[in-house]
């Protein structure tokens, strides 16, 4: 039940309605935990088969038990490889699926304990940037510790989702920035991550941190994706008592900005 109505006093006499609207959404509501548990349910199924194909598939590119290799000619060798790649990425996305149902189910839970995000963002954009040749990566910052309360691994996987979106959404290459700086009054740790990529439609914007929400600019281009990406990062930021917000103009590139209450910063 939604009542929708101004103040009375604000209406002439004559305009003095109350609008009320039912809407029964028990139907809605039902078919939405129905998917819930199926995402549930087929993400921990393909989990293993995933594992499993990953597991081979490295093996097979490594040395056999014997320290030989498993004589794999050169067409093998490169199957083999974009078999490994394929596997991770379903990896990834079944690592996204089960964090998105531990969420819904309110199962999540923080590792937290006191990290540098000077450090740790040196080394996820160091590790970032060894996979394009396309993007330069730079990051920014004039402090040499800044200390916060976090979970290390999920403030990471913020990172990679973001720094990965500004390398997929630059499909022409080009810059990418990651700025940090510190906001003494409010004690938080404040971060930019700047593209200048393709952007993102303004008819997309307000729902873009929602589950399976992707831009009709990236869709219409193929460019692959789920979009639960930012929904996992609002998540996780927000967990962390921080805020995640974006700026973004399409054909121009886009900034996403993302805050964290932090302990204290060494210049
Ligand atoms: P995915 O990238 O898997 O589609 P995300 O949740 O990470 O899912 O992102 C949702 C959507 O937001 C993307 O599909 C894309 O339309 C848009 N988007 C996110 N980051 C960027 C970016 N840096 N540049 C342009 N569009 C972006």
Avoid at 151 to 179: C, H, T
């Amino acid at each position: 039940l939604s009542l929708l109505s101004r103040p009375l006093s604000a209406l002439p006499p004559t305009e003095r309605v109350v609008l009320l609207v039912y809407q029964d959404v028990s139907t809605l509501k039902a078919a939405e935990t129905l998917k819930d548990q199926f995402i549930s349910l087929a993400t921990h199924e393909l989990r293993t088969p995933v594992t499993i194909i990953a597991g081979y598939a490295d093996r097979l590119l490594g040395r056999s038990a014997r320290g030989g290799e498993y004589g794999l000619n050169e067409w093998q060798r490169e199957k083999v490889q974009e078999m490994k790649q394929a596997s991770w990425q379903l990896t990834s996305l079944t690592e996204d699926l089960l964090d998105v149902t531990r969420i819904q189910a309110g199962e999540f839970k923080l590792e937290l304990r006191s990290v540098d995000l000077v450090a740790l963002t040196e080394r996820v954009v160091r590790r970032i940037q060894a996979t394009t040749d396309r993007h330069q990566l730079a990051f920014h910052t004039t402090l040499s510790q800044l200390w916060a309360t976090v979970d290390a691994i999920r403030i990471e996987q913020v990172f990679s989702n973001l720094l990965s979106n500004a390398i997929k959404y630059s499909p022409d290459g080009g810059p990418i920035e990651v700025i940090l700086e510190e906001h003494a009054e409010t004690h938080e740790a404040r971060f930019r991550v700047r593209d200048q990529g393709m952007g993102i439609p303004h008819a997309q914007q307000v729902h873009l941190f929602e589950r399976f929400v992707r831009g009709e600019n990236v869709r219409a281009s193929g460019i692959r994706g789920t979009g639960l990406g930012l929904y996992l990062c609002r998540e996780l930021i927000e967990r962390h008592g921080g805020q995640i917000a974006f700026e973004s103009e399409e054909d121009v590139g886009s900034t996403f900005f993302f805050s964290l209450p932090c302990i204290r910063a060494v210049q």
